[in-house]
């Protein structure tokens, strides 16, 4: 594994805050960026003993601005404020400065000068054995593209002075980076690594905002990064990312997301060390339920035609069972939600293997179903997530930790598997955990949207597997929410595949179990808007479904109330469709709010 | 006053919620967004009644997509569509819909085509006594501008087919809008207006995250509403804001701040109905103290030489003067922030009477300083603006209220002023603030900035009027805090002027006042970047003040640690300087985060 380093402006609070989580998300290094130090009530003395007690180092002090092309009369202030810079350095015990290209209206376009001022600035940290990387910002005045930064270092021609590569500032420029192999590598003195999304704006504030960590983004982070080690670079893979959500999150957490993201990166570039076993399928979803919760989804559960068929050995957790969809209501665990899932895996413990080595928190044995031996990590946001293997006779049955009640099977619904999960995140963790579940369960993105909730925007992220047997909704707030909107968490949600909707809805009728109400509005609008297919359209409305079609076919869906505090249940019947609904949602969640607030449906 | 109209998707929660706030702002009807009738459980017969009730009307439903361009092949749905969507106007009582132009893959570019369908489409709305507006979206397929959509208005030449005007469609492309004088009255049938702040990014998400009120952005809304007004247009104001904090603000607030919006644009196109008096300074600030903070706060005022001479008839308030710095240390009024000023108005009746003609809401009587009849406001926040005269002998002297303590002059320590507040705001606020206190007090904006603070990033706008007497810095999260980020709120902060910020100093350090410990690397990076007006450099460190420096002059700034929970004072000397030290901010900030820690200051 190459040296790893973050920058500290990746991180929030104090100096010394940032300094702790990087060294506890396993850092090797940290670049010191200007204004955290200048914020720092601590003598660069001091911070220099932390990082060794942490165990860090500093490998890079920056940003060093407007320093070449400067006119010869400003020069003089450019030398002075150099030198400072490296007795500061000293003090720091730091020994790369970076410079980036200049942005000063009163730079002059002249390489040689650059190159000449440069030189002499390289004169200066020799003298001290230090040295400096050159790099070109995506809106420096003059210098803005690899190319040119690397042909100002090349004229300067000074063994101190070097190039600073930065994915975001090539990347949002230019796909052209194949030419960075080809570079010397002893003249790459540094690697600063950041993502964004693809987003079409003044490149200034995407940087500025807008970055994330390698593979959370649009850009081709792992052909930039192949490219650089293809020169033979060997020094720091370091990450400089500037995030509004990531300077006001706990950085401890955000260090975690970020050491994770190098880790990903460089299974995606070199061949992942720890392959992610085939995925096969959900083989539980476990919710939290709770005095009101239990009841309610016990007789949700019956009518749906499942069958209680099993009883944990030792929790008071139910095993409720219909073809290959298998739902545990534990009412040990407090609030109802989906406090766990379970993939089938072709090897559970080298998914458990690959997740440790992704940093995914191992979940502490005592916490385990210890009969089966049942391999789980946490998601971000706490979330279980447990590998294992369901087919009678293999090694690790995890069926087997529950005594069968003796309830007979029933009269299938229609109901043959969970179709996903979807998984309301914290503010905080949208990013983290979308890289999460991509790079432990090896899930490719598959569908993102964004859509107004009665109380703000939404914002949604579905990932799946090749064979869409595991599929995975993730949605977050596009802000976070204040005292207006409503302060209960958003609900989680529980998708079961259909064959037959038209019969699973009948089973609930039947039982009287009570659906969302969805608003006629919603019917008549549908009715305007699309040609449903024959029949449909009558029964759409009379069973309270939702339809929606996509370029492969249509779906039916069917909701629940939200039981509890947050979560519901919801029926799809795919006929070719490969979607998750998301243009539904907007209605579907006003009918939740309004089911919550008690409010009636007119007639 | 024209009638004024306000979209649905400007507000945020139910529709029920929406109407109800658009009702209690004043406005005469709204705009129904069609996604808000769609998530809306009641029937259009009873949104209909309701709107009734509330003494509004629907003067607009919106949108309608993609019709117009359509391969023939596809029109007979859009037909169908829109005789759907008229059924539902009919039932709604609405009698305009709005279409705007499309954005369909498969629309063709033929402006005879394009009339011809919305001619056939017209004709379907006149048979039922109703009308279509027709838009350009910025962002259309074929129509994108203004001009465009006039010309197929033109050439389609039917009654009931008319144009739909946005500020924000226009404005974002061009400022082309001159033209929009000369259209012939009658076919203008609807005005939508928005602002934004001036941003280089993509139109479509520009447009659907970043829309604000008329004068909160950086759009010529005057211009565009005096040309369509010198149209001859007499139909409704309309607002239609697409922002993604209104959407989860509460929408009883935000629909006071839109309406005030269209008064403040009203007043600037046509001339101010009731000017805004002339302001002369700041006549008083009012802290409120606790037991820790008030001891604390006596402590400093009185180091830095002020005098106790007034204690108020019948409250716990104290009066604390020097100069023209008045200090108002009120402890029957809980948590220790600037709860109240006092700007001195050449008529404080009219100032009141503005504030109230832009919706400000009046403070009951009971709350105001009775004796002196001092008028009073809400700002946003809720802190409490007064209008004053202070010249002895005026009408209305409000020290008279304060019973002379006898106290001493004291020897002046450079003290003559309040040189400008600083107002924390809160998350959802910012824009609305802004507003109100550029519109009430007829300021102008100064200085905008956004800097990192230890927990994320912060941003502020300064705004003063003509002679800079009258000053107040704005500063919000760019976003909402969580968990992470300090729970207190961001301090708030009165800063004094001073002719001598060496005497000012030398009395707080004899009085032993403890001074925020600004570190020491802020004066290293100080001195190796700036040069420093002879003898500064060392006194600067030594005081323990910051420096800046623009293109007018320099300053010098000394701060006080918070005191309680959310107030502190800073004192500064102008040397010319203009600004409000927003480039200090980032070190200040930490270093006020350390002190309220308790950490200490390494030597």
Redesign the interface.
């Known amino acids: 594994m190459p040296r790893t380093s973050i920058a500290t402006?990746c991180l929030?609070?104090?100096l010394e805050d940032r300094l702790e989580a990087a060294a506890a998300a396993g850092f090797d290094a940290v670049e010191i960026f200007?204004?955290d130090?200048?914020?720092?009530?601590?003598?660069?003395e001091?911070i220099r003993a932390r990082v060794a007690d942490l165990g860090l180092a500093i490998d890079l002090y920056q940003p060093f601005r407007d320093a070449e092309g400067a006119p010869p009369a400003r020069f003089e202030?450019v030398r002075?404020?150099m030198l400072?810079?490296l007795d500061?350095m000293g003090r720091l015990g730091a020994d790369t400065v970076l410079i980036c290209s200049s942005v000063a209206p009163d730079a002059i376009a002249d390489d040689d000068l650059a190159a000449s001022q440069l030189r002499a600035l390289a004169d200066l940290a020799a003298e001290r054995g230090m040295r400096i990387a050159y790099e070109a910002l995506a809106w420096g005045r003059h210098v803005s593209t690899w190319q040119h930064s690397w042909e100002i270092v090349r004229r300067a021609d000074h063994p101190a002075l070097g190039l600073c590569l930065d994915s975001f500032h090539v990347l949002s420029r230019t796909d052209d980076y194949a030419g960075i192999a080809g570079l010397p590598a002893d003249r790459i003195f540094f690697l600063q690594l950041a993502d964004a999304p693809r987003?079409?704006?003044?490149v200034l504030?995407w940087s500025r905002?807008h970055r994330l960590f390698p593979l959370q983004g649009g850009l081709d982070l792992v052909g930039f990064t192949r490219a650089v080690l293809a020169a033979g670079y060997t020094g720091p893979l370091s990450l400089e990312v500037f995030n509004?959500?990531f300077?006001?999150?706990?950085?401890h957490r955000t260090a975690v997301d970020a050491r994770r993201s190098l880790t990903a990166l460089l299974d995606a570039t070199a061949g992942d060390t720890v392959p992610a076993p085939e995925l096969s399928g959900i083989a539980f979803a476990e919710l939290g339920v709770d005095a009101q919760s239990g009841p309610q989804l016990e007789a949700l559960l019956g009518a749906l035609g499942f069958v209680h068929s099993g009883q944990h050995r030792s929790k008071p957790v139910q095993l409720w069972e219909q073809g290959d969809a298998r739902i545990l209501l534990n009412s040990g665990a407090g609030e109802a939600a989906i406090r766990a899932f379970a993939l089938e895996s072709a090897d559970p413990e080298q998914s458990a293997r690959r997740a440790e080595h992704l940093m995914a928190r191992p979940l502490p044995r005592q916490r385990r179903r210890r009969e089966a031996e049942l391999t789980a990590v946490a998601a971000p946001d706490g979330t279980e997530v447990f590998f294992c293997r369901t087919e009678p006779g293999a090694e690790q049955v995890w069926l087997d930790d529950f005594l069968p009640t003796g309830e007979p099977p029933r009269p299938s619904t229609g109901i043959t598997a969970i179709d996903h999960l979807s998984l309301a995140q914290p503010?905080?963790r949208f990013d983290e955990a979308a890289l999460f579940y991509r790079s432990v369960l090896g899930l490719r993105d598959d569908e993102a949207g964004e859509f107004?909730a009665?109380?703000?925007?939404i914002r949604t992220l579905a990932i799946r597997n090749d064979d869409r047997r595991v599929r995975i909704a993730l949605s977050v707030?596009?802000?976070?929410?204040?005292?207006?909107?409503p302060a209960v968490p958003h609900p989680q949600h529980l998708t079961l595949a259909t064959n037959d909707l038209a019969r699973t809805a009948g089973a609930l009728a039947q039982a009287g179990i009570e659906l969302l109400?969805i608003?006629?509005?919603?019917y008549?609008?549908l009715?305007?808007?699309t040609?449903l297919p024959a029949g449909l359209g009558d029964f759409v409305r009379r069973a309270g479904a939702m339809y929606d079609q996509d370029g492969h076919g249509y779906c039916l869906q069917l909701f629940t109330p939200v039981m509890g505090s947050r979560v519901f249940v919801e029926v799809v019947q795919r006929s070719g469709y490969r979607g998750y609904g998301f243009a539904n949602e907007?209605?579907r969640?006003?009918?939740h709010?309004?089911q919550r607030?008690g409010?009636?449906?007119?007639?």
């Open positions: 402006v929030s609070g104090t200007e204004n130090l200048l914020a720092s009530a601590e003598s660069p001091r202030a002075r404020r400072a810079k500061l987003l079409s704006m003044d504030q905002h509004d959500v300077r006001q999150a706990d950085p503010f905080d107004a009665p109380f703000g925007l707030p596009v802000l976070r929410r204040g005292d207006w909107a109400r608003p006629g509005n919603y008549d609008d009715e305007a808007r040609e907007p209605v969640m006003a009918a709010r309004a607030l409010a009636t449906v007119s007639a």
